[in-house]
T-cell receptor
Framework: QKEVEQNSGPLSVPEGAIASLNCTYS??????FFWYRQYSGKSPELIMF????GDKEDGRFTAQLNKASQYVSLLIRDSQPSDSATYLC???????????FGKGTKLSVIP | DAGVIQSPRHEVTEMGQEVTLRCKPI?????LFWYRQTMMRGLELLIY????????DSGMPEDRFSAKMPNASFSTLKIQPSEPRDSAVYFC?????????????FGNGTRLTVT
């Protein structure tokens, strides 16, 4: 059973701070990793994907991947109230087009 | 690109009734997925198709659930008979088959309430 684990939160950070969201996965053969953002009542939308060890930056967002530790994280710099949402980690197994999602971490950015 | 289109947006039905959810994937996407989302279980994969062929239906909870994809532009998820525990948001998503790291594109979902 492939599992993706996230802290459900809620994670509360003050406006302007760095929010750190974490995710671990069980399938060591996993190859691609995605972060989705989901606002209440809306569908998930892709923020970033990463498939190589290390960091990948896109604007205020940085994804970090450590395959040896089976760990992926998302950092949000200069957090804004509009970043308040649930963040879903998703993992693509080796040779698979199927994405397994974590249950998500609810982030609240306090003005 | 209109994105993934699902209908209806909301469905309220009584226990025992048949429910049919519909999805139109993004044109050119080879893979179509049906997910169910609840507070308790998060996003669960029910079934997915590749080029209209079901590949993995191990997530379909019971025989009451069935899914079809008669052509590349249309898929249905049917629940017959429906039960209150089927109440959830059902998402359809599609992705191209060119790369394993191609992202999923979600529809707006169907919120199903079974009373």
């Amino acid at each position: 059973q492939k599992e993706v684990e996230q802290n459900s939160g809620p994670l509360s950070v003050p406006e302007g701070a760095i929010a750190s969201l974490n995710c671990t996965y069980s399938d060591r053969g996993s190859q691609s990793f995605f972060w989705y953002r989901q606002y209440s009542g809306k569908s998930p939308e892709l923020i970033m994907f990463i498939y190589s060890n290390g960091d990948k930056e896109d604007g205020r967002f940085t994804a970090q991947l450590n395959k040896a530790s089976q760990y992926v994280s998302l950092l949000i710099r200069d957090s804004q109230p509009s970043d308040s949402a649930t963040y879903l980690c998703a993992v693509n197994g080796a040779g698979s087009y199927q994405l397994t999602f974590g249950k998500g971490t609810k982030l609240s950015v306090i003005p | 690109d209109a994105g993934v289109i699902q209908s209806p947006r909301h469905e309220v039905t009584e226990m025992g009734q048949e429910v049919t959810l519909r999805c139109k994937p993004i044109s050119g996407h080879d893979y179509l997925f049906w997910y169910r989302q609840t507070m308790m279980r998060g996003l669960e994969l029910l079934i997915y198709f590749n080029n209209n062929v079901p590949i993995d239906d191990s997530g379909m909870p019971e025989d009451r659930f069935s899914a079809k994809m008669p052509n590349a532009s249309f898929s249905t998820l049917k629940i017959q008979p429906s039960e209150p525990r089927d109440s959830a948001v059902y998402f359809c998503a599609s992705r191209p088959g060119t790369l394993y790291n191609s992202p999923l594109h979600f529809g707006n979902g169907t919120r199903l309430t079974v009373t």
